[in-house]
């Protein structure tokens, strides 16, 4: 690789980098190149520029987008090294290369969804601006680590990325750590914070996320090149999330941990310094059945101070979540076995009727499917009057820890099947305190279930277990 970093280095000798100027135009603000001497910078001056991390930096946007001028015969030069170094990659009939991380100046790109909700991401450059965005990357990286990044590539290393989401509903005071590969972070409180390689949506500014969390999922993709045929590249690339956990499995977790709903905003695949060289600004955000951002929980507030134009976001301390890293893996563990299992549609099932701007009557329908799938598994559904007595019996046996304790959850319970029963075929149900307080002890009493279960197993037989067979295994295999 001494020749390909010797090739790098003599062009990057030869370049300086227009930086351009933004400029307000009927299709939005935009970067201008007016090949003007006093918007040009040398390599150590652009390096310098870009190095910034501030969300809004205006000069290290400009270095991270700079163009690159440099005498026609070194670049030509410098580009044919690339075509040949790369030369199992390079399509010849359309001087295009493949590649599974985002480029500026990209001729294709192609993306897909594959298990756990990874996204896969093909792109196509032609040789000559893959070439040109190299020298850039080299500029504010180094020549020896850019080579070195890409000669890993080649050898069959995956590209590494994080998938990152901001999250509705959850608003932490620490970080956690549950598995490896898996983030979850608050965001700052106050506008003057970091929020590093954040993404702001259209319409939306940073105030917006303050106090939120961002979930992140360590992923890679591979292979890191390819050879770009006129048809079927999408297919080239395979990504996954290297704790083999999704997102919306993690955000159930949260749910259940905190006793909230915790659901995506939105998302985004991240390459963090990456994006300084390769791609700027590519942190193109998707809401695959997301719900967007959220209005804040009850009882916070966003002041502004207009001296100094710092926004400041108080969150209630009864919105404030607590989750324990060992009970998110422990939980996180355990879902991940139950892919497709009638504890992943109780799990599902319980989050959705969490949803707060759902109407009673579909909270009370999610709710029952839920206790279904926990204690009529096996059940065959033909006396529904047996199912809710069935139902009933079983979730207090499972739950509760006393006989007055499993009366009340067995009556709790029955009551809380009757109005999912009542939803169903469209009775109207009390929006009364009644109502809301029945949802809300049933779906207290569901979570427990379905924390019990992902700690224990489901049991094989209930009926044997009210007898106490089971009880009474589990009883000596404790005493061993």
């Not at 047996?386 to 009556?411: C, N, P, Q, T």
């Not at 049933?442 to 279960?453: A, D, N, Y």
Request: charge should be negative.
């Amino acid at each position: 690789m001494r020749d390909v970093k010797e090739g790098l280095d003599a062009v990057l000798a030869q370049s300086q980098f227009d930086l351009g100027r933004f400029e307000q135009r009927p299709e939005g603000r935009t970067l201008v190149y007016r090949g003007s001497k006093d918007e040009s910078v040398p390599p150590d001056v652009l390096k310098d520029l870009a190095a910034s991390r501030c969300w809004d930096d205006e000069e290290a946007a400009r270095a991270r987008h700079a163009k690159l001028v440099v005498p026609e015969v070194a670049f030509d030069e410098w580009s044919s090294s690339v075509e040949k170094w790369l030369e199992d990659y390079v399509n010849r009939e359309t001087d295009s290369i493949g590649h599974a991380f985002p480029m500026e100046s990209g001729k294709h790109s192609y993306a897909r969804f594959e298990a756990q909700g990874a996204m896969s991401e093909c792109y196509v450059s032609s040789v000559d601006d893959f070439a040109r965005v190299l020298v850039r990357g080299a500029a504010i990286m180094g020549s020896a680590r850019l080579v070195g990044m890409l000669s890993g590539w080649l050898a069959g290393e995956g590209v590494g990325y994080r998938t990152a989401a901001v999250l509705n509903g959850l608003y932490l005071t620490d970080k956690l750590a549950p598995l490896p590969g898996i983030r979850i972070e608050p965001l700052p409180r106050s506008t003057d914070g970091d929020f590093g390689s954040l993404p702001v949506l259209g319409g939306r500014s940073i105030k917006d996320y303050l106090g939120r969390s961002v979930l992140s999922l360590e992923s890679i993709a591979r292979p890191a090149f390819f050879r770009p045929e006129k048809e079927g590249y999408g297919s080239k690339v395979h990504a996954e999330f290297t704790s083999g956990v999704g997102l919306d499995t993690v955000c159930r977790a949260l749910a259940l941990e905190s006793d909230t709903p915790v659901d995506v905003a939105f998302e985004w695949n991240d390459y963090a310094d990456m994006s300084r060289y390769l791609s700027p600004g590519s942190r193109s955000t998707r809401s695959r059945r997301r719900g967007g951002i959220e209005p804040l929980g009850v009882g916070s507030s966003l002041s502004t101070d207009y001296a100094t134009g710092v926004s400041t976001v108080v969150i209630d301390d009864g919105s404030v979540c607590h989750p324990s890293d060992r009970r998110l893996k422990s939980a996180l563990r355990a879902m991940a076995k139950q892919g497709g299992s009638s504890v992943d549609v109780a799990i599902a099932r319980w989050c959705k009727s969490k949803e707060g701007f759902s109407t009673l009557a579909d909270k009370a329908i999610d709710l029952r499917v839920a206790l279904e799938a926990l204690y009529l598994k096996d059940f065959d559904r033909k006396n529904r009057g047996e199912m809710k007595f069935r139902l009933a019996v079983y979730g207090a046996w499972h739950v509760g820890s006393d006989f007055a304790e499993r009366k009340e959850i067995r009556k709790t319970l029955a009551d809380a099947y009757a109005m999912g029963s009542m939803a169903v075929h469209g009775d109207p149900l009390s929006s009364s305190r009644g109502g809301e307080a029945l949802l809300s002890r049933s779906q207290e009493l569901c979570r427990r279930g379905i924390l019990k279960f992902l700690e224990h197993g489901f049991q094989e037989t209930w009926d044997d277990m009210i007898l106490g067979a089971k009880f009474e295994k589990r009883e000596s295999e404790t005493s061993d």
